[in-house]
């Protein structure tokens, strides 16, 4: 009866947990850093610094410098997720190791009608390391994961790979980049395997133009446009339901830098989610650089609140 009563649970907490197309493991889909979330996932020719392991890995060696981040987001239905990685850029290469963690140390457990008989935690790690390399105007990259899922006594490992490749054009003011993310397994956990929400991705970085203001010539506002073609790969789950459709998506966001000191942003999603608009700001100072996003959910689950930091070294 626990079993059963364990795994309507899981049941139950992959929509509530979920992006938008409602795949198994939602720690990847979630983040990885503030300034990833404010700009809606629009971020496979973003420069992430070291978060670019989990977006698009060949963006780590056209980089200009090395980087920590660190982020903390409160999810939905009081999911703590954390984020932290560094990337050393040596030359034309880059590589970098980071980590992913969300947990939930309160989920009401029940095994029939009634009052609750008590709670238990569920809890997802992914361990990251990634390289990549700057071959003429090309870079390529890959990444690999190790990723633990736990829920109540049970648990299980596996993994997952992400390839990408990136250039720049127009004195950088144009990147392009495609991503290949989360391919990979995972092992049994209760009845049946996570699915794993594999995507192709494609997108643009383009600065549109730089203007002034009139009451101040020494306030430069640039302004720029990102775009992501997101396009599912099917994926089979073990469980009755057999394979499941996802459609494709986009995600657009805009930028304004203000005199590379302020950043403001914001992003919209389109297909079947319940969160499509998302806002953020970014604060420079010196070699640091703090951020915040902000993304409501359209269904009565709540406001998500991300902060992160980036330190380039």
Do not use: C
């Not at 720049?168 to 003011?173: I, P, V």
């Not at 395997?193 to 640039?222: D, H, W, Y």
Request: no cysteine; glycine share 10%; net charge negative.
């Amino acid at each position: 009866m626990l079993l059963t009563a364990i795994t309507g649970i899981l049941i139950l907490l992959s929509p509530i947990h979920s992006s938008a197309q409602n795949t198994g493991l939602d720690l990847l889909t979630i983040g990885p850093s503030a300034r990833a979330l404010s700009l809606n996932g629009a971020v496979t020719a973003e420069q992430l610094g070291a978060s670019n392991l989990y977006t698009n890995p060949a963006n780590l060696a056209l980089e200009n410098s090395s980087s920590l981040n660190a982020a903390y987001t409160l999810w939905i239905g009081d999911l703590n997720h954390t984020h932290a990685a560094i990337n050393f850029k040596k030359g034309n290469r880059g590589f970098a190791f980071g980590f992913i963690g969300a947990q939930d140390d309160d989920i009401v457990l029940r095994t029939k009608a009634g009052p609750p008989e008590g709670s238990f935690a569920i809890s997802l790690l992914s361990l990251s390391a990634g390289y990549a390399y700057q071959l003429g105007p090309i870079a390529i990259g890959g990444s690999l994961q190790y990723l633990r899922e736990e829920y109540y006594i049970h648990n299980a490992s596996g993994y997952t790979t992400n390839f990408g490749a990136a250039t720049q054009l127009w004195d950088k003011r144009l990147q392009l980049g495609m991503s290949l993310l989360n391919l990979g397994k995972m092992d049994e956990l209760i009845n049946q395997s996570t699915s794993l929400p594999t995507n192709l991705q494609a997108g643009f970085n383009a600065e549109l133009l730089t203007f002034t203001a009139p009451e101040n010539k020494n306030l430069p506002i640039t302004v720029s446009l990102k775009n992501n073609w997101v396009v599912p790969v099917k994926t089979t789950n073990t469980s009755s339901q057999g394979e499941a459709e996802r459609e494709p998506y986009t995600n657009i966001a805009v930028e304004f830098d203000i005199a590379e000191t302020i950043l403001l942003h914001s992003g919209y999603k389109t297909g079947d989610t319940v969160r499509h608009w998302t806002a953020g700001a970014g604060v420079k100072v010196g070699s640091i650089v703090a951020n915040y996003a902000l993304i409501p959910f359209e269904t009565g689950f709540g406001t998500v609140h991300s902060l992160g930091v980036s330190y380039q070294f």
